[in-house]
């Protein structure tokens, strides 16, 4: 059983394509990204409204796009496009999957996960930069 974690993207951003670990420029984005490499995955992989599945050296350009403001048939879409790519990288049935993302980026994925966890499922914002910090020191 592979370890992968999947950390949505976020709105702040740089202004210039960069690979995608470095273009997300937000507290959380990084703290998400630093938690993600403590638990020593076999794989993280970025959720993005855009692109879908980012590996982390992908060298992607800004964009403005969010799954929060797409209706759910388009979420469904976004999800299916994302499990297409991540079927290839993963066994979606055995691997087990640490999410670091919000209901709307995991709510259509879950159903084709067998194992998953999701740490911070239910704190807010500032509750998950304070246990992300509690979590990475």
Known sequence: MKKIVL????KSKLKYPAKA???YTSTLFQSNLQYAYQLEPDAIYILSAKYGLLDLDQIIAPYEMT????????KKGWS???LDVLQKKADLKSDLFVILAGMNYRKYLLPELTHYEIPLEGLSFGRQLQELKRRIS
């Open 21 to 23: 670990k470095d273009l």
């Open 80 to 82: 299916r496009r994302v």
């Open 67 to 74: 799954l929060n403001t797409m209706t759910e048939a388009e």
């Open 7 to 10: 950390v949505s993207c976020v």
